[in-house]
């Protein structure tokens, strides 16, 4: 084959992988937005809706604001709808050619729309990073996904618009926004989309491709920066957390289990089916794939459309069914809407490195963990200080499962231990960027690769492996 064909032929490919990588993204955005109506009809609040909507849009919501609490059960996947549809809009009217990280940022974008990120603290940061690529003069549609990463920092935004310009004077529940408030939110914007493009390699050179969240590590020390100027350096008091009482959602102690799980149940065996029709109605491959060390792959050249939708719908089962059990066998949150956004930021590189395989040692490295912390309090006649339901911990778990790469490189007992340090670290790191980050679990799972991995490279002498 000529150099020009075999271009022509990966160029199709490429465009064939966007075209399936955009219909993901309709595909989760339409369920969300048909979602949004039949959880009106479930807790009953048609007329709570616009109301509960504009709360969502206009309430500070750092680390972890539950939008269920703070807005209802359908405002929130209103607002997940909404915020997944523009950035599909986005794609396929720009008519983007959209690689694996544009489904990456897509996930991470729906996912903290239920805690933290809503369709007004979005546009900003993605808009510091379309004005970086004007005058750089680089083409915006060949990094959006840069942009929908940027979106990490929307409690920020959220801040300075209605808290952070009045400080003492912030009165909950009713809005305050002035010019003050929005030209230190620009000017934040613009920072930003100067600093991230340069940060993000600079990240991924670090941890060397073991944390998948390479954009958490990145931002948790961009937002370490943030936070200590605005807060530490001018002497300003830290934000007291939001206080709410939503009378339906503590009628529900505070879970919509039943609705949750069905819609999780819905979205992955659609992508299964999709995926089984698509691969001449078999599963014939995905054993492939599931070999996979997950170490700097695309799972789309490697082994197709298809397989990566089988992938989605096998790994997001088996991610619910994790948290379904710690929720059932231990104390702790229930199905909140932290919850709901931890299940599909936990999905978030199905297509690029994550697979059930190669996770499930770094989920057994938080049990490990706890059975540890359980059976020592319990010798010692001492209560337990957090569950593996503890949404802090299940938090931390969802995103723990970037470490996966570890699993696949260097072995499963190695993925234990990553995910046991994860968890020792993911009620700590939140407190260092204020929760004005939402990538916190990025952050923890970053810094434990820049723990063991050192480690691993000097002691570990076999090479590391290319098949798991």
């Not at 940022?105 to 979005?122: K, Q, R, S, T």
């Not at 300075?160 to 620009?186: C, K, P």
């Not at 503890?390 to 790469?405: R, V």
Request: with cysteine.
């Amino acid at each position: 084959m000529s150099q020009l064909s075999m271009t022509q032929s990966g160029t199709y490919y490429f465009k064939r992988s966007s075209y399936y990588i955009k219909a993901a993204c309709f595909l989760i955005s339409l369920l969300l937005l048909i979602a949004f109506p039949i959880a009106a009809f479930y807790i009953d609040c048609w007329d709570k809706i616009l109301i509960d909507f504009f709360h969502i849009l206009t309430m500070p919501s750092p680390l972890v604001t539950d939008y269920y609490n703070l807005g209802n059960l359908a405002s929130t996947f209103l607002n997940a709808g909404l915020c997944g549809m523009a950035c599909t809009m986005i794609m396929i009217i720009n008519k983007t050619n959209c690689p694996p990280s544009f489904l990456a940022g897509y996930f991470l974008v729906i996912a903290h729309c239920f805690y933290g990120l809503n369709f007004l603290n979005m546009w900003l940061p993605m808009f510091g990073i379309y004005l970086f690529c004007k005058v750089m003069k680089i083409h915006f549609n060949q990094n959006f996904d840069m942009a929908m990463f940027s979106t990490a920092f929307g409690p920020f935004i959220s801040e300075m618009l209605f808290r952070y310009h009045v400080n003492e004077n912030y009165i909950a529940w009713e809005t305050q926004i002035s010019y003050w408030g929005f030209l230190y939110a620009l000017i934040f914007c613009i920072f930003l989309g100067f600093a991230i493009p340069a940060m993000l390699p600079g990240a991924l050179r670090l941890h060397k491709g073991f944390n998948l969240f390479n954009g958490g590590l990145a931002f948790g020390l961009l937002g370490l920066f943030l936070y200590s100027y605005m807060y530490k350096t001018f002497g300003v008091n830290a934000p007291e957390p939001n206080r709410t009482h939503n009378i339906t959602y503590n009628l529900h102690d505070q879970s919509y289990g039943l609705f949750v799980i069905s819609f999780f149940v819905i979205l992955f065996l659609s992508f299964i089916i999709i995926g089984w029709y698509m691969n001449g109605k078999s599963f014939k491959g995905y054993d492939e794939l599931l070999t996979s060390t997950g170490h700097r792959v695309n799972f789309f050249d490697e082994y197709g459309p298809a397989l990566v939708y089988i992938n989605i719908g096998v790994y997001g089962l088996m991610m619910l069914c994790y948290f379904i059990l710690v929720i059932a066998l231990t104390d702790g949150a229930g199905f909140t809407g932290a919850t709901t956004g931890i299940i599909l930021a936990s999905i978030t590189f199905s297509a690029q490195g994550q697979h059930p395989k190669n996770v499930w040692p770094v989920l057994l490295g938080y049990i490990v963990l706890f059975g540890i912390v359980a059976l020592s309090k319990s010798i010692f006649g001492l209560p337990l200080p957090w569950t593996l339901s503890t949404q802090t911990y299940m938090n931390g778990a969802a995103f723990a499962t970037g470490l996966c790469p570890i699993v696949g490189c260097y072995g499963r007992r190695y993925g234990v231990i990553a995910g046991m340090i994860c968890a020792t670290m993911c009620a700590s790191t939140s407190a260092i960027h204020g929760g004005f980050m939402l990538y916190n679990g990025g952050f923890t799972t970053g810094i434990t690769a820049l723990i063991l991995i050192p480690c691993l490279e000097y002691y570990y002498r076999k090479e590391i492996r290319t098949k798991m």
